[in-house]
């Protein structure tokens, strides 16, 4: 089918849940997205942060194809190698000694609040159970990861929510101090703020949160969904902050496309999770442990961290010059590694699809920032091809309202 009849076909049999790009993707290949009717796009989203490896990376493939024909899934009721040589290789990039692995983001929020909630009861004997987020925030979408998340506007309609939730203002200590009470089991933040805008956390904030939490006895939860994997130039985003949260969360890159999700904790706080109290049927399945091993090793065999924190430096300071051409268009570049906002100073849909049309495939968040992604395997060629295009584009339209989308 061409792209018209998928749009027409998807049309009549899909919830309309999503508002599509205005392309459909038929294959992809390292960085590039190749529609039905041949058109190539540079992808600079990577799935949302997914495909940090690139599309359809070889060595993955292999792994897929051999694992497939040993074991794909005999359920968790079994002990699985796949499961445990992962398990090492992830914990060993972190400080934390337990992993529960499971299939999304949200589901690993919701397990991250439900053995919060289960370790203050079952092990230190207290009842809290309240977990506070930070405004901006963006934790899920099921109903207690989208009651955790700090916007509004996707919470409407969904209600009653989940109560036991409290929300904090972005990088106000002050507040969070008045807001954490005797009944906070939790403080649940994104070292970078993906959805929210590209928004790192101030580092005073930051350092002074952890004190916070360890002072009254409060679990540091970080959600590193987007940020994890290599994204930012380290592992995880918070070791730029040198933090040492009791529980991290991970999922989009964790497995190079495929869907999986990972709580990770202390020694002492998985003791919230006795036998039977938490569980899934396809978290963590021979097929996609395997996959997400290969993921790790290449990471580290490649140097992508290191990669992505030295290409993603040079970026940013390459979109500092095109912020420095157009004079009041572009507010400001922010980010870490190859997580980028370039935060317009109007909206931003006609910029947007500009650069789309230009074959530029990238995402739009809060309606003024262009959030980029891209797979960790970018190189600076294409990047600069960005630039160049993004220049031409405030160029082109530098007096021009925006146009309406």
């Given at each position: 089918?061409?792209?018209?009849?998928?749009?027409?076909?998807?049309?009549?049999?899909?919830?309309?849940?999503?508002?599509?790009?205005?392309?459909?993707?038929?294959?992809?290949?390292?960085?590039?997205?190749?529609?039905?009717?041949?058109?190539?796009?540079?992808?600079?989203?990577?799935?949302?942060?997914?495909?940090?490896?690139?599309?359809?990376?070889?060595?993955?493939?292999?792994?897929?194809?051999?694992?497939?024909?040993?074991?794909?899934?005999?359920?968790?009721?079994?002990?699985?190698?796949?499961?445990?040589?992962?398990?090492?290789?992830?914990?060993?990039?972190?400080?934390?000694?337990?992993?529960?692995?499971?299939?999304?983001?949200a589901?690993?929020?919701?397990?991250?609040?439900?053995?919060?909630?289960?370790?203050?009861?079952?092990?230190?004997?207290?009842?809290?159970?309240?977990?506070?987020?930070?405004?901006?925030?963006?934790?899920?979408?099921?109903?207690?990861t989208?009651?955790?998340?700090?916007?509004?506007?996707?919470?409407?309609?969904?209600?009653?929510?989940?109560?036991?939730?409290?929300?904090?203002?972005?990088?106000?200590?002050?507040?969070?101090?008045?807001?954490?009470?005797?009944?906070?089991?939790?403080?649940?933040?994104?070292?970078?703020?993906?959805?929210?805008?590209?928004?790192?956390?101030?580092e005073?904030?930051?350092?002074?949160?952890?004190?916070?939490?360890?002072?009254?006895?409060?679990?540091?939860m970080?959600?590193?969904?987007?940020?994890?994997?290599?994204?930012?130039?380290?592992?995880?985003?918070?070791?730029?902050?040198?933090?040492?949260?009791?529980?991290?969360?991970?999922?989009?890159?964790?497995?190079?496309?495929?869907?999986?999700?990972?709580?990770?904790?202390?020694?002492?706080?998985?003791?919230?999770?006795p036998?039977?109290?938490?569980?899934?049927?396809?978290?963590?399945?021979?097929?996609?442990?395997?996959?997400?091993?290969?993921?790790?090793?290449?990471i580290?065999?490649?140097?992508?961290?290191?990669?992505?924190?030295?290409?993603?430096?040079?970026?940013?300071?390459?979109?500092?010059?095109?912020?420095?051409?157009?004079?009041?268009?572009?507010?400001?570049?922010?980010?870490?590694?190859?997580?980028?906002?370039?935060?317009?100073?109007?909206?931003?849909?006609?910029?947007?699809?500009?650069?789309?049309?230009?074959?530029?495939?990238?995402?739009?968040?809060?309606?003024t920032?262009?959030?980029?992604?891209?797979?960790?395997?970018?190189?600076?060629?294409?990047?600069?091809?960005?630039?160049?295009?993004?220049?031409?584009?405030?160029?082109?339209?530098?007096?021009s309202?925006?146009?309406?989308?």
């Amino acid at each position: 089918m061409n792209t018209e009849d998928i749009k027409k076909n998807e049309s009549a049999l899909l919830c309309r849940t999503y508002g599509r790009y205005p392309l459909a993707v038929s294959r992809a290949q390292g960085t590039r997205l190749y529609t039905p009717e041949g058109r190539v796009y540079t992808d600079l989203l990577a799935g949302i942060a997914v495909c940090n490896l690139g599309h359809c990376h070889p060595e993955l493939a292999e792994v897929m194809a051999a694992q497939a024909r040993k074991l794909v899934h005999a359920s968790n009721l079994f002990y699985q190698e796949e499961q445990v040589e992962l398990a090492r290789k992830l914990l060993a990039t972190t400080h934390l000694q337990r992993v529960f692995f499971c299939n999304s983001g949200a589901e690993a929020n919701e397990g991250a609040i439900k053995l919060a909630r289960r370790f203050m009861r079952e092990v230190r004997g207290e009842d809290r159970y309240e977990i506070i987020t930070l405004s901006g925030s963006f934790h899920g979408r099921t109903l207690g990861t989208l009651t955790a998340t700090g916007q509004d506007k996707i919470k409407t309609h969904f209600g009653p929510l989940p109560e036991g939730f409290a929300l904090a203002p972005f990088g106000d200590l002050t507040a969070m101090e008045r807001i954490m009470s005797p009944r906070t089991a939790a403080v649940l933040v994104e070292t970078i703020q993906g959805e929210g805008g590209v928004i790192p956390l101030p580092e005073d904030y930051a350092h002074g949160l952890e004190k916070l939490c360890a002072d009254r006895g409060v679990l540091l939860m970080v959600d590193e969904i987007q940020t994890g994997i290599a994204r930012t130039g380290k592992f995880w985003a918070h070791q730029h902050f040198g933090l040492k949260p009791q529980i991290i969360t991970a999922a989009k890159a964790l497995a190079g496309g495929l869907p999986m999700g990972a709580v990770m904790c202390t020694e002492e706080v998985a003791g919230g999770f006795p036998p039977g109290s938490h569980g899934t049927t396809f978290g963590g399945n021979a097929l996609i442990s395997a996959v997400a091993a290969k993921v790790i090793d290449i990471i580290e065999r490649d140097g992508l961290c290191e990669q992505a924190a030295s290409l993603g430096e040079w970026f940013r300071n390459r979109l500092e010059r095109v912020k420095d051409r157009h004079p009041g268009q572009i507010v400001q570049i922010r980010g870490l590694g190859l997580m980028v906002g370039i935060e317009l100073a109007r909206p931003g849909a006609d910029i947007w699809r500009a650069l789309l049309d230009k074959g530029f495939v990238l995402n739009l968040t809060q309606g003024t920032v262009l959030r980029l992604l891209p797979p960790l395997v970018i190189t600076q060629r294409e990047l600069e091809g960005f630039a160049q295009a993004l220049d031409e584009i405030l160029s082109g339209r530098a007096d021009s309202p925006a146009s309406p989308e």
